[in-house]
């Protein structure tokens, strides 16, 4: 984000310093910050990312026509030729949604509980010192921690 502010900053300067023309100085500025922007776009793609924790979102089973207890955690499905995992979502106003996520950036865990949550990470530039000169990264990683017991292996399909 630095960047795009510093070739602004730079770019208006230096043409008002030169020029004396305010008018002149702040188009040339937008057009040096367009170029910081590109800059940063790039630098984002580039510089090595890690993943950091972001939250953690409680899902919530719901009951189906097989049993008494609510044992649905997690669906998947293609969507436009993306395929993804659909899940219950308990909100912190106390509703429930449904909500939708990637399932190329997601990975799944049987584990001893009795309750799912979804963990969510969030990419960052590795170097702190270099996190400020790019834009923000928008990509996620998704971490769903189920009961054991949730994902049936055994699936026959009668065709």
Do not use: H
């Given at each position: 984000?630095?960047?795009?502010?510093?070739f602004l900053v730079i770019g208006i300067l230096v043409?008002?310093?030169?020029?004396?023309?305010?008018?002149?100085?702040?188009?040339?500025?937008?057009?040096?910050?367009?170029?910081?922007?590109?800059?940063?776009?790039?630098?984002?793609?580039?510089?090595?990312?890690?993943?950091?924790?972001?939250?953690?979102?409680?899902?919530?089973?719901?009951?189906?026509?097989?049993?008494?207890?609510?044992?649905?955690?997690?669906?998947?499905?293609?969507?436009?030729?993306?395929?993804?995992?659909?899940?219950?979502?308990?909100?912190?106003?106390?509703?429930?949604s449904l909500n939708l996520v990637p399932a190329e950036?997601?990975?799944?865990?049987?584990?001893?509980?009795?309750?799912?949550?979804?963990?969510?990470?969030?990419?960052?530039?590795?170097?702190?010192?270099?996190?400020?000169?790019?834009?923000?990264?928008?990509?996620?990683?998704?971490?769903?921690?189920?009961?054991?017991?949730?994902?049936k292996r055994d699936l026959l399909l009668d065709l």
């Open positions: 984000m630095f960047t795009v502010i510093v043409v008002y310093w030169v020029e004396r023309s305010l008018a002149l100085a702040l188009f040339t500025g937008i057009l040096i910050g367009g170029i910081g922007a590109a800059w940063a776009a790039l630098f984002t793609n580039i510089f090595p990312k890690e993943f950091i924790f972001e939250k953690e979102i409680q899902l919530v089973a719901r009951q189906d026509k097989f049993g008494q207890d609510g044992i649905f955690f997690l669906g998947s499905g293609k969507i436009k030729q993306k395929f993804y995992y659909a899940f219950y979502q308990k909100n912190p106003d106390g509703s429930i950036k997601a990975k799944i865990f049987e584990e001893d509980r009795k309750d799912g949550i979804l963990e969510v990470y969030k990419a960052v530039i590795r170097s702190e010192k270099l996190r400020n000169w790019c834009f923000p990264p928008k990509e996620r990683k998704y971490v769903f921690r189920i009961p054991k017991g949730s994902i």
